[in-house]
């Protein structure tokens, strides 16, 4: 099983600023790594497709980098609407994983 | 644009088994080539993979969960289902059902179901 570790845990950023976010897979899985965001009640949305590729609809100043191991999450101009837990998922092996999930708080 | 629907069972005994449904809207199974996963949140936690069924029927599950689970597909009512047998208080949590397809990981979900487990 591909374990995914991510992080930080939790964050506290003002708005405008800029927000990163790393997922690390426990061996490789190319480009087969995906973000999602889930707010409280709601089911997660996916925002990164295949490391870089944006979802339809998700805002601009989210953005994705990364292969292999390394992933890495971006958000450009934090805005308040952006408060949310963001989790990272491979999809390169079966059982599918997801990391443990980050939560960013708007001061 | 296709949206899936989780059933609602509410309160489950122990030892008893789960059984929920996806239902499909927005266009039919039997016309796509997508996959139907099941995936679990309890309560402040993470996401768990359940496992997932092809719309031709093929399944797969997570080695964790294996002997419990049983995911099935009805074309004839646009549905897919989960069942999860010999349940405990672990199983507690929202149960969403999620779309994946060939050109997309998984895309859509549903709602998601709490389910409790309590006597």
């Known amino acids: 099983e591909i374990v995914l570790t991510q992080s930080p845990d939790f964050q506290s950023v003002t708005p405008k600023e800029k927000v990163t976010i790393t997922c690390r897979a426990s061996q490789s899985i190319g480009s087969s790594l995906h973000w999602y965001q889930q707010k409280p009640d709601q089911s997660p949305k996916l925002f990164i497709k295949y490391a870089s590729q944006s979802f339809s609809g998700v805002p601009s100043r989210f953005s994705g980098s990364g292969s292999g191991t390394d992933f890495t999450l971006t958000i450009n101009s934090l805005e308040a609407e952006d408060a949310a837990t963001y989790y990272c998922?491979?999809?390169?092996?079966?059982?599918?994983?997801f990391g443990q999930g980050t939560k960013l708080e708007i001061k | 644009q296709v949206q899936l629907q989780e059933s609602v069972p509410g309160l489950v005994k122990p030892s008893q088994t789960l059984s929920l449904t996806c239902t499909v809207s927005?266009?039919?199974?039997?016309?796509?080539?997508?996959?139907c996963n099941w995936i679990r949140q309890p309560a402040g936690k993470g996401l768990e993979w359940i496992g997932r069924i092809y719309t031709s029927g093929s399944t797969s599950y997570n080695p964790s969960l294996r002997s419990r689970v049983t995911i099935s597909v009805d074309t004839s009512k646009n549905q897919f289902s989960l069942k999860l047998s010999s349940v405990t208080a672990a199983d507690t949590a929202v149960y969403y059902c999620a779309r994946e397809t060939n050109e997309n990981p998984i895309d859509y979900w549903g709602q998601g179901t709490l389910v409790t487990v309590s006597s």
């Open positions: 998922h491979q999809s390169r092996s079966l059982p599918y994983t």
């Open positions: 927005g266009g039919s199974i039997s016309s796509g080539n997508y996959f």
